[in-house]
């Protein structure tokens, strides 16, 4: 293989990466509209859904390990390969969440509401912002841009320990709301941890450019 096929492979793997991480925003998305509309069928389309990203995480895998077959890639070039399978299995488990949270909706979809989402949404709008910077960081090889971006999830935990303490508070007062606030809970935790992977994504973006190896989920 000659490096200008070498590098256009490269750029695929790339660009299945960069259509990868467009449908797991889609997913995460739709998993909190279908939440907030109580929408089983888009809670069901998720759930179907989610054997595209599976796909696609095993097929780019599958080219990066028959690239390096193939090849004797230099240093940066496999650095690059590795952080790409990295990548991709950080993606993966942000979509596995987003069913998570669509099997919540699935749970509740007949139940009135104990209270309003609004800090639920609002911690989604900052993961979607969270997502589109730490690939716009690893498109660009921005080692600044990873760094803000994991800044972004201090404002994340702050809203998710005042949903919790709102939650405790509603399942000591009203036992009979325990089940739902739980289920509650659990979207809140999923959400942090797609957040987690996010910074993940920042964390290997750091490595491809620095060879660094940074641990930003403190």
Request: proline residues 1%; negative net charge; charged residues 35%.
């Given at each position: 293989m000659?490096?200008?096929?070498f590098?256009?492979?490269l750029r695929?793997?790339?660009n ?9 925003e889609?997913?995460?998305y739709n998993?909190i509209?279908?939440?907030k509309?109580k929408?089983d069928?888009?809670a ?14 095993r097929d ?8 390096i ?5 230099l240093?940066?070039?496999?650095r ?12 993966e488990r ?5 069913v998570d949270?669509?099997?919540?909706v699935?749970?509740l979809?007949d139940e009135?509401?104990?209270k309003?989402?609004?800090?639920i949404?609002r911690?989604?709008?900052i993961i979607?912002?969270?997502i589109?910077s730490?690939?716009?960081a ?14 972004m999830d201090?404002?994340?935990?702050a809203?998710?320990?005042?949903i919790?303490?709102?939650l405790?508070?509603l399942m000591?007062n009203?036992k ?6 739980a289920q ?11 957040a987690?992977?996010?910074?993940n ?9 620095t060879g ?7």
């Open positions: 000659t490096r200008t096929s590098d256009l492979e695929n793997l790339h299945d990466l960069l259509r990868m991480s467009s449908i797991v889609k997913q995460i998993s509209e279908a939440l509309k929408d069928n888009l069901s389309e998720i759930i179907k859904n989610d054997d595209i990203v599976d796909k696609l995480q780019i895998e599958d080219k990066c390990i028959k690239l077959a193939r090849e004797q890639p240093a940066k070039d496999l690059n390969i590795f952080t790409t399978t990295k990548i991709v299995t950080d993606l942000m979509a596995d969440h987003a949270i669509a099997k919540v699935k749970r979809k009135k509401y104990i309003e989402l609004v800090d949404p911690i989604t709008e979607q912002k969270m589109k730490a690939i716009d690893y498109v660009e090889g921005n080692v600044e841009l990873a760094y803000a971006t994991c800044k201090d404002e994340i935990d809203i998710y320990k005042g919790f303490k709102e405790i508070d000591i009203d009979t709301v325990i089940n739902q606030a509650f809970l659990f979207v809140c935790k999923f959400l942090e941890r797609i987690d992977h996010v910074t994504i920042c964390e290997w973006t750091i490595y491809l450019v660094e190896t940074v641990d930003l989920n403190d």
